[in-house]
């Protein structure tokens, strides 16, 4: 009889751990798991502190978290189950599930990459200077194909170079000097890996946050948005400065046309009255015979006629 009291005992703090964690989650919006694997207790107890306002986060043993899953007696959380793995935790909160996993996206720590780890993207070094002393980095360097060059005293990277491919092993030698080149490939945090939104009943998987992936995304489609909104002369808010200055463009030209067109209408008519004023000139200059070469005029239309009159003396 002595050996079953501390075994009821235990039982018996298992059911009460139940029964207060489906008690939260009853009066909670979300219910998230979320992943811990390899998160060290350091930077987890800081992230429980840094978002304790905002979720509680409780671990347990997997078949504490599927007993508090059926303790909530709903057929629409029963599916949750398939989604607790080993170092999985609960979040239960008062947010939306993913307003809740965007918080969690950001807090997260950079950290260096340990051997035997496997690349989660391209991994490069820049080219620059770096704190690097001359000495057995320069072969340690060398021996992952970086081009480097020594500049007042201190090795300097001379191109950008990938070291390790995505999903590759990093050995040794990489995760050495990318510690010295203070580059942390890798992150740490809570991984939200499921939700269940308590009010509406459904569960949401494949969750997927990143902040500021999504608001590069939304500037890449604003711009091509707005691009063509001006390509069709669509009217808004955002388009019309665009129209009103290029119109303002378009009259600035048109005007220096319409200046040009006068001033060559202006010059074409300059040159008409000219023409006009010279020509009476003209005619007024015009020599008139003087009194000898009238009188010679005279006397040759006498002869003619005479020759006219008598035929018989010419």
Known sequence: METKKPKRKAHEKKRK???????????????????????????????KKTIREHALIKIAKKNILIRVIKELKKESILPLEKQIKENCAF?????????????FSKNKT????????????????????????????????????IQIAVEEG??????????????????????????K????????????????????EKIYLNIK???????EDLKGASMKALGLAQKIVYYCKETIGYFLGKANAEGD??????????????????????GTIEKPKEEATEEKPTESQ?????????????KLNNPEES
Request: overall charge neutral; charged content about 30%.
């Open 17 to 47: 751990v139940v029964r207060q964690l489906a008690k939260k989650i009853k009066n909670a919006k979300t219910l998230m798991i979320v992943g811990i694997k390899n998160l060290p207790s350091k930077q987890f107890q800081e992230i």
């Open 91 to 103: 979040a239960i909160s008062n947010l939306e599930g993913f307003e809740l996993a965007g918080i």
């Open 110 to 145: 950079r950290i260096f990459a340990k051997a035997g780890q496997l690349a989660p993207e391209d991994i490069s070094v820049e080219a620059g200077p770096t704190n690097l002393m001359p000495g057995p980095a320069i072969s340690e360097l060398g021996a992952l194909g």
């Open 154 to 179: 201190k090795i300097s990277i001379k191109q950008p170079k990938v070291i390790i491919k995505k999903g590759c092993e990093i050995n040794e030698g990489a995760a050495s000097i990318l510690q």
């Open 181 to 200: 080149l203070d580059i942390k490939p890798f992150t740490i945090g809570l991984k939200s890996v499921a939700f269940y939104d308590v009010q509406t």
């Open 209 to 215: 946050i990143d902040t500021g992936e999504a608001v």
């Open 253 to 274: 030209v048109l005007n220096k046309l319409q200046s040009k067109e006068e001033v060559k209408a202006e010059e074409k008519k300059e040159v008409k009255e000219e």
């Open 294 to 306: 009238e009188q010679s005029i005279t006397d040759t239309d006498k002869t003619e006629t005479n």
